[in-house]
C-alpha cells in the first residue's frame, strides 16, 4: 500500500543517486514520431511575447512554467536569459516562489529590473543546475511503475551513513515480490501516486489510452502542470479514470478550453480535487461541463469570494454533486458571499466551509432549502451569535455539524450543550457521536439554563415561563417545556457558575480500602450512574456490591441510586443541584 510506495520512493532516490542520475531519461517506453523529443517535459505558454519567450536550445526554460528547486520548493519562471554583471553572465532563471519569503528580492539584479514579483522577497535567479529536471507522465509512470530501475532495486539499502556519533540506517524492502508482480503489467495498474513529483505535461496521450486500460485514482497533486487544457486532455485519455487530484498546480483558467466530444468521454470522473490551483468559482462552473457526472468537488484555498450564477444555472450544472468543500476561500458573508445559492444543487449532502471569515448571519431560509444537506462544516470562521446556530435547525435533514475554532465554540463552556440542545435533529458535532441519552440531558440542561435566566415574582409555571422566555433567541423553549415539562427551580443562583459542566461531589467511604475515606472530585453532568460507580470503586478500592447516595440539601434527605438508574446521568439524578454547591455523596454497602 503507500507505506510499500514511500519506502520504494526512498529507495529509487537512493539506486538514481548512485547511478549519477534520473537513468529513466534516457530511453522512451513508447513509440513517438521523430519531431518529439525524449525526455524533454516543458509547458509551453501562448500568445507571450518574444522578448518573454527566449529559450536557449535543449536548456531553455519558458516563461510561465513551473519548476521545483533542488531544495524542493516550487517556483514560476519569469525570466531566462543574461544578468549584466553576474558571473556567468549567461543562463540564468528568473523565479517567483510559492513561498513568498523564500526569494531575496523582487526581480531586480545589479540594477535592471528582469521580472516583477509579487512580493520584495518573492524573486531569485538559479543556475539551471539548481532545478530538478521535469519529465512526462509517460515517463513518471513507466519509471515508478515498471521500468528496470524498478525491479533492479537493491533489497537493502542505506538511508544514512554512519556520521558525527550517528548510527547508519538501512533501510528493507519487505514483500519485493509482490511489489514487482505488481509492477509487472501497466494494464492491472489501478492507483497511481505521483504527487509531488516533476510531473509537468503529458507527451503521447495515445500512450494513456493503451498502456493504463484499469486506472480509477490519478493523485496528480502538487505537480508542475499550468494549463487545464492539459488535465482535460490527459483525463480524456483515461476513459476508466474516476478520482483525480491536481491540487496545488497553478492551472490558471479553463474558460478558453474548447474540445470537442470530452463532455460524454468524462462522464466517469465522480471526484476532482482541485484545491489551491488559482481556480475561481467562474472557472468551476466552466469545469462543470467537462465533468458533468462529479459527485465529490474540492475547491479549497482558491481565493473564492462569491458564489455566482443563478440558482436554475446551478442546478443545472452540478445537478449530481454530493460532496463540496470549499476550505480556507475569502466568503466573508453567507448572503452576500452566495453561500444560500448552493442550496439550489439538487444531491448535495456535503458542504464545507472550514477556515472562512463567514461572520454571523440568519439564513431565514426558505421551506426545503437545503433540503438534502446531512453534513456541514463551519468551523474556524467567526461565528459568535446563538442566532447563526438557531437558523441551521431549519435544515431539515441536518445531523453532522462541525462547529469547533468559532468564538462563540470557544468562549461557551456550555457551547456544546446548547448546540445540542437547539439543533433538533443533531446526531454528530465535532465528530463526535451524539447518543441519546446525551441529547436528553442536554436539552433538559438548556431548559433549566432558560429558566434560570429569567426573573420571576411570583410562582414559577408554564404560563409565566412562556410569557417571559425570549422566542427569538430560544425558539425551542415552548417545545422542549412540552416535553420535558418545567425544571425544578427552588432558588436564584450564580448564572456564571453555571457555565461549568461538572459537578464536585464529595464522596464519603468508611469502608474504602484506599488510605482516603472521603475524596472530593468533580465529576461530568453526562456522566452515566454506572460510570460513577466505576470511579467510586477505583477510588476506595472497593470490590463487591455497593451504591451511591446523594444528599439532597433542600429536603433534607437521601437520594438512592437504584439498579434501574444506572443508566441515567449524574446531572439527572442531581436535579436539585443549585450549580454551585459542593453535592455530599455516602458509598453504601451491604454491610453497612
Known sequence: GLAHELLYDILMRGFRAKLGGNSARNFCPYTMSESSKVGKAVVHVPNMPASNAESNGEEGFDIGSRIRAVDGHVATVMYFGNIEGAKPVQGWIGVQWDDSTRGKHD?????????????????????????????????????????????????????????????????????????????????????????????????????????????????????????????????????????????????????????????????????LVASDCGCSWDSAQVLATFFPGLKELHLSSNGITEITGSDMELADRWKTLEILFLNSNNLNSWTLSGVPHLSSMPCLTHLSLQGNPIQDFDAQVDKGCFGALEYLSLADTQISSWTTVNSLAQFPVLSKLVFRGNPLFNEDKEARTHLIARLPFIKNL??????????????????????????????????????????????????????????????????????????????????SNSNKKSITKKLIRSMPMKKVQQVCSTLFKLQGMFKVSFFNDEQQEWVNVDDNGMDDTLGAVLEFWDGKSIVQAKIVTEES
Not at 140 to 146: E, G, R
Not at 473 to 496: A, I, T
Request: proline fraction near 3%; glycine fraction near 4%; charge should be neutral.
Open 430 to 511: 465535532n465528530l463526535s457521536a451524539v447518543a441519546r441519552q446525551e441529547k436528553v440531558e442536554c436539552e433538559k440542561q438548556y431548559l433549566r439554563d432558560i429558566v434560570l435566566s429569567m426573573t420571576f415574582e411570583d410562582t414559577v409555571n408554564d404560563d409565566t415561563a412562556l410569557a417571559k422566555a425570549d422566542l427569538n433567541l430560544h425558539p425551542r423553549f415552548p417545545e422542549l417545556l412540552k416535553m420535558y415539562g418545567m425544571p425544578v427551580v427552588s432558588r436564584k443562583v450564580d448564572l456564571g457558575n453555571l457555565a461549568s459542566n461538572a459537578i464536585s461531589v464529595c464522596i464519603d467511604c468508611p469502608q
Open 107 to 271: 526581480g531586480m539584479a545589479y540594477g535592471h529590473r528582469y521580472f516583477h514579483a509579487d512580493s520584495a522577497k518573492g524573486g531569485s535567479f538559479l543556475r539551471p543546475e539548481k532545478v530538478l529536471p521535469c519529465v512526462s507522465l509517460e515517463e513518471a509512470i513507466y519509471t515508478k511503475y515498471q521500468s528496470q530501475d524498478a525491479h533492479s532495486a537493491s533489497e537493502v539499502m542505506e538511508l544514512r551513513a554512519k556520521s558525527r556519533g550517528k548510527a547508519q540506517v538501512l533501510a528493507l524492502l519487505i514483500g519485493k515480490d509482490k511489489w514487482e508482480r505488481r509492477m509487472e503489467g501497466l494494464e492491472k495498474l489501478s492507483v497511481c501516486t505521483l504527487a509531488h513529483s516533476q510531473v509537468n505535461c503529458v507527451l503521447d496521450s495515445r500512450w494513456l489510452t493503451s498502456k493504463l486500460i484499469c486506472l480509477q485514482d490519478l493523485n496528480l497533486a502538487g505537480c508542475l502542470f499550468t494549463s487545464w487544457h492539459d488535465i482535460i486532455e490527459m483525463a480524456h485519455a483515461i476513459p476508466t479514470l474516476t478520482s483525480l487530484d491536481v491540487s496545488s498546480n497553478k492551472l490558471g483558467s479553463p474558460e478558453t478550453i474548447t474540445s470537442k466530444g470530452q463532455k460524454e468521454s468524462l462522464l466517469n470522473v465522480k471526484r
